[in-house]
């Protein structure tokens, strides 16, 4: 049946609150592992990044097809390219809280307040409805009310980044080319895993184990921290010391962590755990990322 003159209505819009679960991985999101530096997990973190509300060009239609002569201020957009300015966006407001931090320390205190479960206390999710892990989100979901207060974080400086290429085995001009002077690289070749990242990933571990080193800086209230770890399948990980005390706002403190393989079949296509450090108010989460030799 066929009207003559067709209407359209539209209906008052309906905002729906605490839809579950809440925060789920988009299909078209980048996924790990890092093909370049298997060492590295990336990505970092993740942010909300779909059907966000964004300032729009005047150039073109928001669909961006020629035949689209409508012109917005706005418009919904989603991509990795609304998930970032959320971060940016964040690093300022740190920025200005904190202006004595190192842009490295406000990445860990970023990924290291991250949470990695939905709304129902769940693991996230990926657009499959399936476990999305740390391939898939880093560190977690960003919390920008945590980051603000982490209690403890993983700084680095220009040295520790050169060390790093050292470690990637960057000659003498290159060097120079990244520092803007020579670098001398220190006499004992560095690890690639013992850059002071806020994430933890050991690949190729055998059965002769493994030991990566980590610092961090306290930038709260004097306080004990203590280390509990969620231990990746296949793998027994332990953390050496498993205490630290702070008696002041800047302190570094350095630990071990220790790997041993249990049943190295369970890691070989990657195993995901968790490091944190807590005082009892504050939880301090590093992911752990281990794959065991072929």
Not at 200 to 226: D, E, H, Q, W
Not at 255 to 263: A, L, P, R
């Amino acid at each position: 049946f066929l009207e003559r003159s067709p209407e359209g209505y539209l209906e008052k819009p309906e905002t729906i609150l605490e839809t579950k679960p809440a925060p789920y991985m988009a299909a078209f999101s980048s996924q790990g592992p890092n093909p370049v530096n298997p060492e590295i997990l990336k990505p970092d973190i993740t942010a909300p990044g779909v059907s966000v509300i964004a300032a729009f060009t005047r150039a073109m239609a928001p669909t961006e097809l020629a035949f689209d002569e409508r012109r917005v201020a706005f418009t919904s957009m989603s991509g990795t390219s609304m998930s970032c300015p959320h971060v940016s966006g964040l690093v300022g407001l740190l920025k200005a809280l904190h202006p004595d931090w190192s842009p490295s320390a406000i990445k860990s205190a970023m990924m290291t307040t991250a949470i990695d479960v939905d709304n129902k206390g769940e693991s996230i999710l990926n657009a499959s409805l399936a476990p999305a892990g740390p391939f898939a989100y880093g560190a977690g979901h960003v919390w920008p009310s945590r980051s603000m207060n982490p209690g403890l974080v993983y700084d680095l400086g220009p040295d520790h980044y050169l060390d790093f290429l050292c470690a990637l085995k960057y000659n003498a001009t290159v060097l120079s080319m990244f520092n803007g002077e020579p670098y001398k690289c220190p006499e004992k070749a560095p690890k690639i895993e013992d850059l002071n990242y806020p994430s933890i990933t050991v690949v190729n571990l055998t059965a002769s184990g493994a030991m990566v080193k980590r610092t961090v800086k306290n930038v709260g209230s004097p306080c004990k921290y203590k280390a509990m770890v969620r231990q990746p399948a296949g793998v027994h990980v332990t953390v050496s010391p498993d205490v630290m005390e702070f008696g002041k706002k800047g302190e570094e403190k350095t630990f071990e962590v220790k790997f041993e393989t249990k049943n190295a079949k369970l890691a070989k296509n990657y195993a995901f755990g968790a490091l944190i450090w807590s005082n009892g108010v504050q939880f301090v989460k590093s992911p752990i990322v281990v794959k065991t030799a072929a």
